[in-house]
C-alpha cells in the first residue's frame, strides 16, 4: 500500500483519547473512550445496538464532529485534518451509497474520479477489485438487480479503490448468508495479513470477531467495558466446562458426585452431567478421566468446552449480545445520520 502526504506506512494506526459524542438532549452515545489500534492489525469493536459502536466509526471517518476528546487515524487527526484522514481511509459502512441505476464498473469509475484518480488507473485496479471480490459476472449489471452479498461485496471493492491505509468496516456481514459471509471474512483477513493493511470491524458477530479480530474493544452504554485479544478476554471470565454423558444413564447421579470435586456444578444433557473447572480444561481433563476409571463408571461421551466470547459479553454487559439486539431493536436506536459534504462516499 502506498503512504501518502510523507506519512510513515507505521503510523496506520489509529490513537483514540477521551472520545465523546453528545446527541441532542445531552444523550452521550459515547461517553469518553480510550483505545489504540496497531498498524495492520484488525481490530473488532464489539457491541449490542445503540451502544456507541456506528457513532464512534462517525467519528473516526469524519462524518461526525466529536464533542470531546481526540482520535488519530493514519497519523491525521480527524478533526483538524479531515480530508487527510479521508485520503488515507476507505470505509464500509452500514448505509451503503450505491446507484441502483449504475452498473458496478459504472461505481468503479465514478468513485475513482472521486478521489482524482487517472482513468486508466481507476479502470485498470477497478476491474481488479471486481475480479477479486468475485463480482466479474455481473460487472455491466445494474446494482438494483444484486443480492445483499453482492452489494457489501461491491461497497468494500469501492473501499479499497484508492489503496487505503486503514479500512472501517461497519457491520458488514449483517444478514448475509454464511457463504457471502465467509468470503468477505477471508478477504479481509487477507487484507491485514498480505498487504498489512489495519482494519476496523464492528460487528455483532461474536464468531466473526473471534475469529478475524488481533484485539478486541467491547462498547456498552458509550463506554468501552472490556478490551484485549479474544483469547486474553476469554480466559479472564470464562473458565472451560466439562460435560461427562455416563454409558449407563441410571449412573448421572454419581456422575455429578465425581465431577463436583472439579469445580462448580453446571446444568448439563439430560443424560449428563457438567462441571465449571476451577483450572486449566486440559490439565483437568486427565484427573477427571482417572477419576470415573477409578469408580468404574463407564463414559459414553466427554466434551471439554472452552469459554466463548458469549461468555465474555454476558460477564461485561450483563447481557448475551443476541438478546442486547433484539432489546435495542425494540427501544430504537438514538443517534443522528450524519452528512459529510463534498467527500467521496
Not at 477489485?129 to 455491466?140: K, P, S, T, Y
Amino acid at each position: 500500500m502506498s503512504s501518502s502526504h510523507g506519512v510513515q506506512a507505521d503510523s496506520n494506526g489509529i490513537e483514540v483519547s477521551g472520545l465523546v459524542r453528545e446527541f441532542k438532549g445531552g444523550v452521550r452515545a459515547v461517553d469518553g473512550i480510550d483505545f489504540a489500534v496497531r498498524p495492520g492489525e484488525i481490530y473488532g469493536f464489539l457491541g449490542p445496538n445503540g451502544a456507541g459502536k456506528s457513532t464512534t466509526v462517525h467519528m473516526l471517518t469524519t462524518l461526525l464532529p466529536p464533542t470531546a476528546g481526540s482520535a488519530t487515524v493514519a497519523g491525521f487527526d480527524v478533526v483538524k485534518q479531515g480530508a487527510d484522514v479521508r485520503d488515507s481511509i476507505g470505509a464500509a459502512l452500514q448505509e451503503a451509497a450505491l446507484d441502483p441505476n449504475l452498473t458496478a464498473r459504472e461505481h468503479m469509475r465514478l468513485q475513482g474520479a472521486l478521489h482524482g484518480m487517472s482513468k486508466a488507473d481507476r479502470t485498470k485496479r477497478g476491474d481488479e477489485l471486481i475480479e477479486r471480490v468475485g463480482l466479474a459476472d455481473a460487472a455491466n449489471r445494474k446494482v438494483g438487480g444484486y443480492s445483499g452479498g453482492m452489494k457489501r461485496r461491491l461497497d468494500l471493492a469501492l473501499a479499497l479503490l484508492h489503496g487505503p491505509r486503514v479500512l472501517f468496516l461497519d457491520e458488514p456481514t449483517t444478514g448475509l448468508d454464511i457463504q457471502s459471509r465467509s468470503a468477505l471474512w477471508e478477504e479481509v483477513a487477507h487484507l491485514s495479513r498480505d498487504e498489512g493493511m489495519t482494519v476496523f470491524l464492528t460487528t455483532q458477530y461474536l464468531e466473526e470477531a473471534d475469529q478475524l479480530a488481533d484485539h478486541l474493544g467491547i462498547i456498552d452504554h458509550g463506554k468501552i467495558v472490556a478490551a484485549g485479544t479474544p483469547d486474553k478476554l476469554k480466559a479472564e471470565v470464562g473458565r472451560p466446562t466439562v460435560e461427562v454423558v455416563p454409558t449407563d444413564h441410571a449412573e448421572r447421579d454419581r456422575a455429578l458426585d465425581l465431577l463436583r470435586k472439579f469445580g462448580e456444578l453446571v446444568p448439563g444433557t439430560p443424560q449428563g452431567a457438567a462441571v465449571r473447572l476451577e483450572a486449566d480444561g486440559g490439565e483437568e481433563l486427565a484427573n477427571i478421566i482417572r477419576a470415573f476409571d477409578q469408580a468404574g463408571v463407564k463414559v459414553a461421551n466427554l466434551e471439554l468446552h472452552e469459554a466463548s466470547l458469549n461468555d465474555v459479553f454476558l460477564n461485561k454487559t450483563g447481557r448475551s449480545l443476541e438478546g442486547a439486539q433484539a432489546e435495542a431493536a425494540e427501544d430504537g436506536e438514538t443517534g443522528e445520520q450524519p452528512a459529510l459534504e463534498g467527500a467521496p462516499a
